[in-house]
């Protein structure tokens, strides 16, 4: 029981104001901490303290984590772009551009006002610097040489207003043909024009080999681009090579390619002797070079569209920087811009529907080493200039588009024309006398005036005539649309006052009958047309003795086989 005098001392002290005392909050001396709600309430104040220093020390290096990133993304992104102003500075300083004349034509839209494009695409022999003569030879006498060489290689790429289909079409470098009057604006080289070797119009400038090309074709060209020795090397090892593949063992001793049969990857001087080796295929010649090379770009086209070329940095800066050094191109090309454009372009079409075809040529009759164009050739110049596809959705040849008859084989030496002078130029009608009878056409072409003068220029033939008549136009660059069937035997061209100069028709478009559309089997049924889809093609090794090894003549699997300490040129 409880005091009752000590519970009433306790109240009278708490009435005089007295304090109780109240419970130690901090730790007893043996370091143990307080028991019961005093404990719980010391042990939270601590937790709060202590949450809130981790929480401001926290802050702070967050503050300074943030500041640290913020500079850094600040610096990124100043490197970045600099190093992307830099990357297109560069590869803009590389680029090599011309200008034009304007007198390869221009291209006409469609009737929704896309335009195709058509480039003249040169691989010139110059050696005109020592990687080029290293690669090339043959600069042991002669050094360095000046000027752009001949075009050796030339290809007329066509890609569709709709860039739903591409035409690549090449022309022999052994081509003969009229060379317009030119003047080279870079190497001051001019000439009055001649009738020569088309890839010796090069020598006059890039210029000269675009009109002397649409003057034979009649397809307008309004670029160029002009590739060397060094840049098939540089461009082939960009890509990391190139996949071919020989019919059999075969041994170029002039463009030192050797292979054996099969697929190989080519890079470097392997790529470009397959690409200049003449003697290794088909007869030896030039054209079956040409179909070897349509092989090569169908590979290169398939490695460019191929996963992961275009999508590694590494490689599209390698192709790049390959591309721009290796080009020379005409100022409509002169930029990064514009070769990025170009490239987009191309890259819409399908490979089933890019077209690889040859000129097709007929032996020119006063010298067996060159030709002239064949049967097909003005169907397959006209089907480019109308802008007509060579394949269907499906990739396959096009049927034929109109029922224009296939072009016929004719010997030009036995086609005589008379040539009557219906213009007001004297001299007209002997002018284009001289440019037929230098193509090949009989020595027994005739020239007189003509009865009245004429505005419009006619090419009248008899009945069973057109196709020599039609081998006339084609030498001519005169449209079909110029043909008239006549009574009488023979074949007249009446010169009129629409062609006042020259020796091919001075039409805008060059001569190509744009008037209606093409039989395009005709345009390809001589070409040696493929697609850049077929993978499986070889390039046939030429069966006949085209190669010489210590003198002595052999096929090039012979010399294969002879030249055992000869390396390959994929080793």
């Not at 209606?516 to 390809?524: E, Q, R």
Request: proline share 5%; aromatic share 4%; with cysteine.
């Amino acid at each position: 029981m409880s005091d009752l005098r000590d519970a009433s001392a306790g109240r009278a002290a708490r009435r005089r104001g007295a304090q109780v005392p109240r419970q130690r909050t901090d730790k007893p001396a043996d370091g143990r901490p307080p028991g019961g709600r005093a404990g719980a309430r010391a042990a939270s104040r601590s937790s709060r303290r202590g949450n809130s220093r981790r929480r401001l020390r926290l802050t702070r290096r967050g503050r300074r984590a943030l500041r640290i990133a913020g500079t850094c993304l600040a610096v990124l992104v100043l490197v970045t772009a600099g190093a992307g102003w830099w990357f297109y500075e560069h590869l803009n300083g590389n680029i090599d551009s011309i200008a034009l004349d304007g007198r390869g034509g221009s291209e006409k839209p469609d009737a929704f006002g896309r335009t195709p494009i058509n480039i003249l695409v040169m691989g010139s022999d110059g050696r005109t610097n020592a990687a080029d003569c290293r690669l090339g030879g043959g600069c042991s006498k002669t050094g360095v040489q000046s000027g752009s060489g001949n075009a050796d290689v030339e290809m007329v790429v066509h890609i569709a207003a709709d860039r739903s289909n591409a035409t690549v079409m090449s022309v022999p470098r052994d081509t003969m043909t009229s060379v317009p009057a030119c003047k080279d604006s870079a190497g001051g080289t001019s000439t009055s024009g001649y009738y020569g070797q088309i890839n010796s119009a090069l020598s006059h400038g890039p210029d000269c080999q675009v009109a002397t090309v649409h003057q034979l074709t009649g397809i307008p060209i309004d670029h160029f681009v002009k590739l060397d020795f060094s840049g098939v090397v540089s461009m082939s090892n960009a890509v990391g090579g190139v996949d071919v593949c020989v019919s059999d063992n075969v041994y170029d001793t002039y463009s030192h390619l050797k292979l054996s049969k099969g697929t190989h990857t080519l890079k470097g001087v392997g790529a470009l002797a397959f690409v200049r080796s003449r003697h290794g295929f088909g007869d030896g010649s030039d054209l079956g070079r040409t179909v070897s090379q349509h092989l090569f770009l169908g590979a290169m086209i398939r490695k460019f569209k191929s996963a992961g070329t275009l999508t590694d940095p590494t490689k599209v800066y390698d192709l790049a920087d390959a591309a721009t050094k290796a080009l020379t191109v005409d100022d409509g090309l002169g930029s990064i811009g514009k070769l990025v454009a170009l490239a987009s372009d191309l890259d819409k079409v399908p490979a089933k529907r890019i077209t690889f075809a040859a000129m097709p040529t007929a032996p020119d009759p006063h010298n067996s080493d060159r030709v002239l164009p064949g049967a097909g050739a003005k169907a397959l110049f006209a089907s480019i200039a109308n802008d007509q596809s060579l394949t269907t959705d499906s990739g396959k040849k096009s049927a034929t588009a109109s029922a224009t008859p296939t072009a016929q084989a004719v010997d030009p030496s036995r086609i005589a024309v008379t040539i009557e002078n219906g213009s007001t130029v004297r001299g007209r009608a002997s002018e284009l006398g001289t440019a037929l009878t230098d193509k090949g056409f009989s020595q027994g072409t005739a020239t007189a005036n003509a009865p009245a003068a004429a505005a419009t220029t006619t090419l009248t033939y008899g009945a069973g005539q057109k196709p020599e008549a039609q081998a006339v136009a084609d030498a001519l660059g005169l449209p079909s649309s110029h043909l008239r069937q006549g009574s009488a035997d023979g074949l007249t061209l009446v010169v009129g006052g629409d062609w006042p100069s020259g020796t091919s028709y001075p039409s805008d478009n060059g001569g190509a009958d744009t008037s209606s559309p093409t039989d395009t089997h005709a345009a390809v049924s001589y070409a040696h047309a493929r697609t850049a889809d077929q993978s499986k093609s070889c390039a046939q090794v030429s069966p006949y003795k085209t190669v010489s090894l210590d003198g002595v003549g052999m096929t090039p699997a012979q010399a294969y086989a002879a030249a055992r300490d000869q390396p390959d040129s994929d080793a």
